[in-house]
């Protein structure tokens, strides 16, 4: 299985919105609702922030949200916070676990 | 809380093997999946495999066939991943990461053991 489709780079100001794409296949994103986000910062270790598509985990706040349309999932940050900046990835089950390439999201 | 506790940095030398250890606490360990992770310098995560607590199964990425094995002792709750025939290109975090509560996500993850292969 090949890795999931992210753009390297995003970027916003504090109080904005951006969105971060993950594109997959009908094998993988496409074929399950199975699509989990994670956040890492620098020198940590990830953390879960969707799972199942939009779920939140219990402690995560709601100005992360997550969305699915055909092969591709989306994780959107509103109102962007400097404490946001970080890496962040987007997985799939299939039984065994892809991850995307990951993007790097910087706060202007 | 649910915590998963790993072991320290190691340096191995080209041709030798490295096992990581990760303990858990806060939950039953046989009730969830634990799964392996690793990130090289500078680059994305890689998922290595999964095993299942309770039954000690496995299932590993295609690309590490032959070379993991990871393991568990259920009586102190730790899993182990064991990575054989190591080059410079498994130089790299690894990371534990337990099955969600959905199944399907990894929560929470432990804090990640580096791993140097030099001579």
């Known amino acids: 299985q090949s890795a999931l489709t992210q753009p390297a780079s995003v970027s916003g100001s504090p109080g904005q919105s951006i969105t971060i794409s993950c594109t997959g296949s009908?094998?993988?994103?496409?074929?399950?609702?199975?699509v989990s986000w994670y956040q890492q910062h620098p020198g940590k270790a990830p953390k879960l922030m969707i799972y199942?598509?939009?779920n939140r985990p219990s402690g995560v706040s709601n100005r992360f949200s997550g969305s699915k349309s055909g092969n591709t999932a989306s994780l959107t940050i509103s109102g962007l916070q400097a404490e946001d900046e970080a890496d962040y990835y987007c997985?799939?089950?299939?039984?065994?676990?892809?991850f995307g390439g990951g993007t790097k999201l910087t706060v202007l | 809380q649910v915590q998963l506790v790993q072991s320290g940095a190691e340096v191995k030398k080209p041709g030798a093997s490295v096992k990581v250890s990760c303990k858990a606490s806060?939950?039953?360990?046989?009730?969830?999946?634990m799964n392996w992770v690793r990130q090289a310098p500078g680059q994305g995560l890689e998922w290595m495999g999964w095993?299942?607590?309770?039954?000690?199964?496995?299932k590993n990425a295609q690309k590490f066939q032959g070379r993991i094995t990871m393991t568990r002792d259920t009586s102190i709750s730790t899993a182990y991943m064991e990575l054989s025939s190591l080059t410079s290109d498994d130089t790299a975090v690894y990371y534990c990461?337990?099955?969600?509560?959905?199944?399907?996500?990894?929560?929470?993850w432990g804090q990640g053991t580096p791993v140097t292969v030099s001579s």
């Open positions: 990461a337990r099955d969600g509560a959905g199944g399907r996500e990894l929560d929470p």
């Open positions: 806060g939950y039953t360990f046989t009730d969830y999946y």
């Open positions: 095993m299942n607590a309770k039954s000690g199964g496995t």
């Open positions: 009908s094998s993988d994103v496409g074929g399950y609702n199975y």
């Open positions: 199942d598509v939009s």
């Open positions: 997985s799939s089950y299939t039984s065994t676990i892809i």
